[in-house]
């Protein structure tokens, strides 16, 4: 399961928030099928599963081969499925190819034992009267995910990947699909162009974000990766929005890829257009028309409706990283030649991106006459950011990533021109919408890795979101008065959360791994007085809920 | 009476000759292993010419197991387009001995003269499931068996020496063996 969205909903338990945070923290995957069949360890291409190393990003970027002579290295040859002469008979002939010699099937498995601060008992106090309060352990021992992922090369520079959950938190649930897709590698050379400047991917996948939120080595995601803008109204505060974008950068997306450049060096870019879907409706559960058969349907029904509407969310990446090796023939090799052995290169790595997208909303409405209509509203939004990597051989490295959010905030209004409260939305007749104070959030990280032994990798990092609609969804009274409900992360009174994350993971051996996440969390709190001279609210004794998380993977 | 002369001449040395050229055999399980004769005091042997090449191909160190006499130097190539390294962490335990002799690009070599007898586990540091193995053998009397464990060293002079046997991740094992125009010594390893 791809990293789900942290959805601060109104009616959400915060605590359970954040269990799950930790459950849907993101997948790492390495791949144990390239090590049967070239025979090498998992650290050819891996610093720290699934951390790739400079050799295992050329690995990648060459389309799951080695960069050079990859049929000297492979130890289980592939299968022909036509003999290369048959190129020569195209197009009388099927263009020939291979798979691999074996199933290059991976499989991964980890559990967790976390340790939550006593602090999470003060939440019982949001549960509204006469129910019970869920119970949060202090100390939990957690089924993580089974994984399986194949991936590899079919010949002609085709490269596959696919990995699917097949069993979350013990059963067989929430998993589903993570990356799908076929990349048509180097595909430039059929228009000339230089070699590396243009590679194809379609299916689904992780858009090419600066740091990887799949391959990321941390136990939690990263928090500007899971931020949605998902506003509403609150009865505290005199501001409301109507966005419903349940988008966040972690989620895989659908459609296609343009890309280009080595990671390991110089320019690298990536351009995607993917399906707008940001009502958080996945294809599984989207039938759309029954009058309109999808891809394998026939008279009606088949595979789901993937997209929220025609637009196509575009997303664009550059990166350019310096290389600092002094020598001249380090520089130029995939990796440097230490005195002691290659090494991953001293670079600095520069980049920005941007990705821009049409939410929509559809609302019932009535013409003049009225015969009932719908009305759309349109709600572009972008994210835009930069990030900055150093790194310093084989064995330190800082990162560091801004995002800025922005979505247009289209209120609904009557015929009359007034604005409709929200929580009236559904008895009132929306005729059409008013631009409102966008819903915008920023925010990023930074973080510090130390490969303190080739086995132990210290960690420490430091999360940052600011969010608008997050504020919105901080904790307020009922109507009723029953209580309160919200996320109480921010409250009315507070709209930035900070999170600090050390951690450290050892190697027990190349494929198994524990790792350790202290999570300093957010300031919090339950109690909401008003402050006397401002008339606004204000938060009181607030309080830290940490976490521990102690993480056993491997993967075969 | 010059020709008589040359002739007995002839014929001692050849006597003598035929007398030094002894041969130890035997046999070793598992097979492929290394049979040497072990230091034999008050006694140093000159240092060959010749120049074995361990080899890095297909990620793997080619030959798996090498033997030399002690004050070889072998040459290590590196065949592989992808960058590798050579170091031991020690010889025979001697941590002391442990050597990187770095990085080298494809078709260059990189020369090391090994002057302590022992055994080299040959590593690299960005694969670690290469694995290889130099046995520096103290003296000029060595052997690798065959896939049977059969092996044969020959020129050995007449004498009292101890012999031992090694294979990758098996305990080595020392035996006694009287050479005297032939001489038998058989091993069975474990781990």
């Known amino acids: 399961m791809r990293g789900k969205p942290f959805r601060t909903g109104k009616r959400s338990l915060p605590l359970l928030a954040l269990v799950l945070l930790?459950?849907?923290?993101?997948?790492?995957?390495?791949?144990?099928?390239?090590?049967?069949?070239?025979?090498?360890?998992?650290?050819?291409?891996?610093?720290?599963?699934?951390?790739?190393?400079?050799?295992?990003?050329?690995?990648?970027?060459?389309?799951?081969?080695?960069?050079?002579?990859?049929?000297?290295?492979?130890?289980?040859?592939?299968?022909?499925?036509?003999?290369?002469?048959?190129?020569?008979?195209?197009?009388?002939?099927?263009?020939?190819?291979t798979i691999p010699g074996i199933p290059p099937i991976g499989l991964r498995m980890n559990n967790y034992f976390q340790y939550t601060g006593t602090s999470s008992g003060k939440f019982a106090s949001l549960t509204p009267a006469g129910t019970l309060p869920p119970f949060v352990p202090t100390t939990d021992f957690e089924t993580g995910l089974f994984s399986i992922f194949t991936a590899g090369n079919f010949g002609s520079d085709i490269a596959f990947w696919v990995d699917d959950d097949i069993s979350v938190a013990g059963a067989n649930s929430n998993g589903g699909l993570g990356d799908g897709y076929l990349k048509f590698v180097n595909i430039g050379r059929l228009l000339k162009l230089p070699k590396n400047s243009l590679n194809l991917r379609v299916g689904q996948f992780e858009l090419e974000l600066p740091f990887?939120?799949?391959?990321?080595?941390?136990?939690?995601?990263?928090?500007?990766?899971?931020?949605?803008?998902?506003?509403?109204?609150?009865?505290?505060?005199?501001?409301?929005?109507?966005?419903?974008?349940?988008f966040t950068m972690a989620d895989a997306g659908k459609g296609i890829e343009l890309s280009g450049g080595l990671h390991t060096g110089g320019y690298q870019y990536s351009i995607a257009f993917i399906d707008q879907n940001t009502s958080g409706v996945g294809q599984d559960a989207n039938p759309g028309s029954p009058y309109v058969p999808q891809a394998t349907g026939s008279n009606n029904g088949g595979l789901g409706v993937a997209s929220d509407a025609n637009f196509k969310d575009i997303y664009a990446q550059f990166q350019y990283r310096f290389n600092l090796e002094r020598n001249k023939e380090s520089r130029t090799a995939i990796q440097a030649a230490g005195p002691s052995g290659p090494r991953d290169h001293t670079y600095l790595n520069l980049g920005t991106y941007?990705?821009?997208?049409?939410?929509?909303?559809?609302?019932?409405?009535?013409?003049?006459?009225?015969?009932?209509?719908?009305?759309?509203?349109?709600?572009?939004?972008?994210?835009?950011?930069?990030?900055?990597?150093?790194?310093?051989?084989?064995c330190l490295?800082?990162?560091?990533?801004?995002?800025?959010?922005?979505?247009?905030?289209?209120?609904?209004?009557?015929?009359?021109?007034?604005?409709?409260?929200?929580?009236?939305?559904?008895?009132?007749?929306?005729?059409?919408?008013?631009?409102?104070?966008?819903?915008?959030?920023?925010?990023?990280?930074?973080?510090?890795?130390?490969?303190?032994?080739?086995?132990?990798?210290?960690?420490?990092?430091?999360?940052?979101?600011?969010?608008?609609?997050?504020?919105?969804?901080?904790?307020?009274?009922?109507?009723?008065?029953?209580?309160?409900?919200?996320?109480?992360?921010?409250?009315?009174?507070?709209?930035?959360?900070?999170?600090?994350?050390?951690?450290v993971q050892f190697l027990i051996h190349a494929n198994i791994k524990a790792s350790f996440e202290y999570q300093f969390r957010p300031s919090q709190s339950v109690v909401i007085a008003t402050n006397p001279l401002t008339g606004l609210p204000v938060a009181l004794n607030p309080f830290h809920t940490n976490t521990a998380v102690a993480g056993l993977e491997f993967v075969y | 009476m010059t020709r008589s002369f040359l002739f007995t001449l002839l014929l001692i040395a050849a006597v003598a000759?035929?007398?030094?050229?002894?041969?130890?055999?035997?046999?070793?399980?598992?097979?492929?292993?290394?049979?040497?004769?072990?230091?034999?005091?008050?006694?140093?042997?000159?240092?060959?010419?010749?120049l074995p090449v361990m080899d890095q191909k297909g990620l793997m160190f080619s030959p798996h197991v090498m033997v030399i006499q002690v004050g070889t130097t072998v040459e290590f190539l590196n065949s592989d387009t992808v960058q590798h390294n050579v170091f031991w962490p020690s010889i025979s335990g001697n941590k002391k001995l442990t050597h990187n002799l770095g990085t080298w690009p494809k078709g260059e070599k990189k020369a090391f003269k090994f002057d302590n007898p022992g055994v080299v586990s040959l590593l690299c540091n960005v694969h670690p499931e290469m694995a290889g193995y130099i046995i520096v053998s103290p003296t000029p009397y060595f052997a690798e068996t065959d896939a049977s464990g059969n092996y044969k060293i020959e020129n050995v002079p007449d004498g009292k020496y101890n012999v031992v046997a090694w294979h990758e991740g098996m305990k080595p094992q020392t035996k006694p063996v009287d050479v005297a125009g032939t001489g038998k010594a058989d091993f069975t390893l474990s781990k």
């Open chain 1, 22 to 97: 930790v459950f849907s923290a993101h997948r790492s995957l390495a791949i144990p099928a390239f090590s049967r069949m070239y025979g090498t360890s998992c650290s050819t291409c891996h610093i720290d599963f699934p951390k790739l190393n400079d050799f295992g990003k050329a690995f990648k970027d060459a389309g799951f081969k080695f960069p050079k002579d990859d049929e000297s290295m492979i130890k289980i040859p592939p299968v022909m499925l036509g003999a290369p002469a048959n190129a020569e008979l195209w197009p009388k002939a099927i263009w020939p190819g």
């Open chain 1, 212 to 246: 990887t939120q799949a391959r990321s080595i941390w136990i939690s995601p990263y928090d500007i990766y899971s931020q949605a803008n998902i506003g509403a109204m609150n009865s505290m505060i005199p501001l409301q929005q109507f966005v419903n974008n349940q």
């Open chain 1, 354 to 394: 941007y990705f821009y997208g049409r939410s929509v909303q559809r609302l019932l409405s009535q013409a003049a006459d009225g015969t009932q209509t719908v009305i759309t509203a349109r709600e572009p939004f972008y994210r835009v950011g930069g990030n900055m990597t150093f790194n310093y051989r084989c």
């Open chain 1, 397 to 503: 490295q800082f990162n560091a990533l801004y995002m800025y959010g922005h979505d247009m905030n289209l209120l609904p209004i009557d015929a009359s021109g007034n604005l409709i409260p929200l929580q009236n939305l559904s008895t009132a007749v929306p005729v059409g919408f008013i631009r409102s104070t966008p819903a915008t959030f920023s925010g990023g990280f930074v973080d510090a890795e130390w490969l303190a032994y080739p086995w132990m990798y210290v960690m420490i990092r430091y999360d940052a979101v600011n969010s608008t609609s997050d504020r919105i969804n901080g904790l307020q009274r009922n109507d009723d008065g029953s209580g309160f409900t919200g996320a109480p992360f921010n409250g009315p009174f507070r709209s930035t959360r900070n999170r600090v994350t050390p951690g």
């Open chain 2, 17 to 50: 000759a035929t007398a030094v050229a002894g041969t130890i055999e035997g046999k070793v399980s598992p097979g492929k292993s290394v049979v040497y004769v072990d230091t034999i005091q008050g006694k140093t042997f000159p240092a060959p010419s010749q």
